[in-house]
Nanobody, 124 residues
Framework: QVQLVESGGGLVQAGGSLRLSCAAS????????TGWFRQAPGKEREFVAA????????YYADSVKGRFTISRDNAKNTVYLQMNSLKPEDTAVYYC?????????????????WGQGTQVTVSS
């Protein structure tokens, strides 16, 4: 089992940047593929970005491609989401998820472990 804790959320103006962190504990994090999802009020949880265990492959939702970058530092048991050029529509609770045995990283139901979420608010 792995425990995930997100941090780095906050309030930022449109066009600004934030970097989210997902710190893992409990197991060898390098064995886990990791994804970021978000959920805005009244909307379903949606895929944002994901990264394979070794960091060799990354995946992005079309809505964030070119603005967000996912990366990982397995030595620090941490996955990051660098968010640039933020827009008001990026406002949501952002969740980190991980799973050791996953093929399709864009589907939330495929992830076994989840963090508690961190709020990102982008003002216009």
């Amino acid at each position: 089992q792995v425990q995930l804790v997100e941090s780095g959320g906050g309030l930022v103006q449109a066009g600004g940047s934030l970097r989210l962190s997902c710190a893992a504990s409990g197991r060898t994090f390098s064995n886990y593929a990791t994804g970021w999802f978000r959920q805005a009020p009244g909307k379903e949880r949606e895929f944002v970005a994901a990264i394979r265990r070794n960091g060799g492959s990354t995946y992005y939702a079309d809505s964030v491609k070119g603005r967000f970058t996912i990366s990982r530092d397995n030595a620090k048991n941490t996955v990051y989401l660098q968010m640039n050029s933020l827009k008001p529509e990026d406002t949501a609770v952002y969740y980190c998820a991980a799973d050791p045995n996953i093929r399709i990283l864009t589907i939330s139901a495929n992830y076994q472990y989840w963090g508690q979420g961190t709020q990102v608010t982008v003002s216009s």
